[in-house]
């Protein structure tokens, strides 16, 4: 089946915020937001703008009739700031005028006296004056120190991977609406519905049920707006109930920049110690987070590197600890992967550092430390239905690795001018909100008397195909044709107290519990059929539009059945709650069994770079991923490959750039470089791992969403490998992204003979 959307797409016919019909009165909003990054704020005035002719009103913290505060995790963030700035771009008022072009005059005219305090804009700056968000956290598995005294080879280094900007196409924003009785509603672009609603009420200190969120869809979330789609959505609502007037604001492509974080940067440090047969004996690290001025979802961000530190191998004797640093950069957030990516990058930089160290090709030293059924992870869960090592094996048969590894070299020496790299990037990636509570979802389901069929559910569609996997549900399930299944947009009113649609499991726990509600709704019909029909339940089926006994059609078609069940008086509307099973942590031992499953793949990646101008091409990627028995295959690719496109952009190109002063330099899509279509690999080929799939997926198929990002991660250390191929004193570093620029002072780092 193609994504639902595809139709309405591209004809241009779907709706996003900004194409919502306005009512009329409506108002419109605009943030004036710090222009210094750590501050006293000494005087606000804003009696000139607020005086200019069709501003409406000027909000700043005082006018907050319940908390000013939306800190998600811990209340440490103010809507609009009080006393202090803490990092430039900080929401401080928000203009309400007639239109946007008068509430940017109005912007000008606000005038903020400040006192300037020391900016910090490093993690490791923060770390080294004991600046954190929050308290640090270590995993610890075995015995490091005891280990590494019996390590043949003990290397250490240090890392250093850089945010990146999601650029999402759909900017943020929401739409306010002061309906009567003092309800507001708010259709807001935010992966979380319920985290906006539970911040309006906090703010407006009204109930939860005096505030309904609506979402359509979202034009990207990427993790963007798990949590960052608050701000905008509760200032909306906040004019909107203050004015009793609708409310929009949208924010434009600068504004977004400067004001919203970003993947979080990391500077990170290793040890890892083997011995001769290249089994990695222990491993440590240290991760530095640049959290950014607030915590946002930094706690829950830096959990997750510990989770995949280890990534896609057994080591039985870990220890790594992650610092939340707090700087002066806009809060940093949720970005695809979570976390994992840059706790992924260091142990494949110290495994590449090792190879360096022993002239061996990294593969070597991946491949004797896969994992296997049992091994345990740092973390206490117990690793079953590994596909580490098939994927690895499938990867190396299929495309032939041996015999490209041989070409590679040989070309190399030949040639000069271009030299080639190529690298083994397997992933493992955990599947389930690291949170335990957060592992819930519900599913309301209505069959109309005619027949056709509406439903809901908690999950959020940004384009990842998560609305077409779950009308699938509704098909499979009454064997109706998609025509008759309508799925309605995310809405608190309907599916309340939602988990945020976030952690690839959106289809997973949605869809379980539409799988739920639909079953029983099956069954009930069923009764109905089978009485009417004369024919045990056991024979029953539904199957395109007809109920059939032993899987052929009977006289009853799936109309008239409806219509007699509704004469009969039976509930044709059901809702279902589905918790995954067996999942929990215990964070006082930092042990426990986080994950419904885990997703697995592998990724060998060739690049050519070109040693005159350090530019590069990437010539493949092939994959070998594992979907799990995949339900929607059109879907999943797309998946895979945007992924890659993504984690390639944060690898070797996205370079978000700050000067001393905390200002944000990559403020614009011409000075911050995302990957374009001459930037993707000439050749992606995307292989399905045969495998039975997992029974706490969704149909078997595996989440999909975030894991193949970290495919990318594969390309960084192949640009490494044709880099050492032109030079042979160049040593590695791990600095990502690695840009054209690092890449040609590599090349010439260092004396070397050609
Ligand atoms: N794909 C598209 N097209 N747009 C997005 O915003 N977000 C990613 C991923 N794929 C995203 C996407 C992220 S960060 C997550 S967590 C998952 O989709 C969320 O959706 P899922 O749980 O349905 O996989
Ligand atoms: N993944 C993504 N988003 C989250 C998580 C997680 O594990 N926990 C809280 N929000
Ligand atoms: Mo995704 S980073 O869990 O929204």
Not at 58 to 65: A, L
Not at 521 to 543: G, Q, T, Y
Request: charged share 20%.
């Amino acid at each position: 089946m193609k994504n639902r959307d595809s139709y309405s797409h591209l004809r241009g016919e779907s709706l996003y915020i900004d194409d919502l019909n306005t009512q009329q009165g409506t108002l419109y909003g605009l943030v004036c937001d710090a222009q210094i990054a750590h501050a006293k704020i000494l005087d606000l005035d804003i009696v000139k703008a607020e005086a200019l002719a069709g501003v409406v009103k000027i909000f700043t913290h005082s006018d907050v009739p319940g908390k000013n505060q939306i800190g998600g995790i811990i209340p440490d963030e103010p809507l609009l700031a009080e006393t202090d700035i803490h990092f430039w771009g900080q929401p401080i008022a928000f203009i309400v005028a007639k239109s946007e072009a008068i509430a940017k005059k109005a912007r000008a005219l606000i005038n903020i006296k400040t006192e300037a305090l020391p900016v910090i804009t490093t993690a490791i700056e923060a770390f080294e004056k004991g600046e954190f968000v929050c308290a640090p956290r270590t995993f610890k598995l075995g015995d490091t120190s005891k280990a590494f005294k019996n390590c043949d080879y003990i290397i250490k280094g240090n890392t250093f991977s850089n945010g990146q900007e999601h650029l999402y196409l759909e900017t943020q924003g929401a739409y306010a609406e002061y309906h009567e009785n003092g309800k507001i509603k708010v259709t807001s672009s935010t992966q979380g519905p319920t985290q906006v609603q539970k911040a309006v009420a906090k703010v407006l200190g009204v109930g939860m049920h005096q505030v309904e969120v609506d979402v359509i869809r979202l034009g990207g979330g990427f993790g963007g707006k798990e949590d960052q789609a608050t701000a905008w959505a509760v200032m909306a609502a906040l004019a909107a109930k203050t004015l009793h007037k609708p409310v929009k604001y949208v924010l434009n492509r600068h504004d977004d920049l400067r004001m919203t974080g970003k993947r979080h940067p990391y500077d990170s440090s290793f040890k890892i110690g083997l011995n001769k047969d290249l089994k990695i004996q222990a491993f440590e690290a240290t991760f530095l987070q640049n959290s950014g001025a607030a915590a946002d979802l930094s706690p829950a961000i830096a959990e997750r590197t510990l989770f995949h530190a280890t990534n896609a191998y057994n080591i039985k004797n870990v220890n790594t600890t992650v610092h939340s640093c707090k700087t002066n950069l806009p809060p940093n957030t949720a970005f695809r992967g979570f976390g994992g990516p840059q706790g992924m990058f260091v142990i494949e930089s110290a495994i590449a550092k090792v190879a360096e160290k022993l002239n061996i090709p990294a593969f070597k030293i991946q491949e004797a430390n896969l994992l296997q059924d049992n091994d345990v992870f740092s973390y206490g869960q117990i690793a079953m239905q590994v596909e580490a090592k098939n994927t690895w094996q499938s990867a190396i048969n299929s495309f032939n690795f041996e015999s490209n590894f041989k070409a590679v070299k040989k070309f190399n020496s030949k040639n000069n001018g271009v030299k080639k790299g190529i690298s083994i990037m397997p992933i493992c990636f955990g599947i389930s909100f690291t949170n335990t509570p957060m592992n819930h979802a519900r599913a309301l389901v209505h069959i109309y008397q005619d027949g056709s069929v509406g439903f809901s559910t908690g999950a959020v569609e940004m384009g990842q195909g998560v609305n077409t996997k779950l009308q699938q549900i509704v098909m499979y399930t009454f064997g109706l044709a998609k025509e008759k299944i309508h799925i309605e947009s995310t809405n608190t009113t309907r599916v309340a107290n939602t988990s945020p649609s976030a952690a690839s499991a959106t289809a997973d726990l949605n869809g379980k519990a539409l799988l739920k509600a639909c079953k029983a709704l099956k069954e009930r019909l069923f009764n109905v059929a089978s009485k009417n029909l004369n024919i045990p339940d056991s024979e029953l089926s539904f199957k395109d539009g007809k109920v059939c006994q032993n899987s052929k059609p009977t006289h009853l078609s799936w109309e008239v059945l409806i219509e007699t069940a509704f004469l009969e008086r039976v509930s044709l509307s059901e809702k279902a709650h589905h918790t995954t099973p067996k999942i929990y942590f215990d964070k006082s031992k930092e042990k426990g069994h986080p994950f419904a499953y885990h997703v697995y793949g592998t990724a060998i990646s060739t690049v050519a770079v070109d040693c005159i101008r350090g530019t590069y091409e990437i010539e493949s990627v092939k994959i070998v991923h594992d979907f799990g028995k995949s339900m929607n295959l059109n879907i999943d690719m797309g998946q895979v490959e945007g992924a890659l496109a993504q984690g390639i952009g944060w690898m070797t190109m996205e370079e978000i750039a700050y000067d001393k002063n905390g200002r944000l330099l990559s403020n614009a899509l011409s000075t911050y470089k995302i990957p374009d279509i001459y930037a993707m690999p000439k050749i992606i080929e995307v292989k399905v791992l045969e495998s039975d799939g997992h029974k706490m997926a969704l149909l078997k198929s595996k989440a999909v969403g975030e894991p193949p990002l970290m495919y990318g991660i594969g390309t960084y250390f192949a640009i490494q490998n044709a880099i050492k191929a032109f030079n042979n004193n160049y040593e590695l570093k791990f600095d990502a992204p690695l840009t054209p620029e690092k890449v040609l002072k590599s090349l010439y780092s260092n004396a070397f003979k050609l």
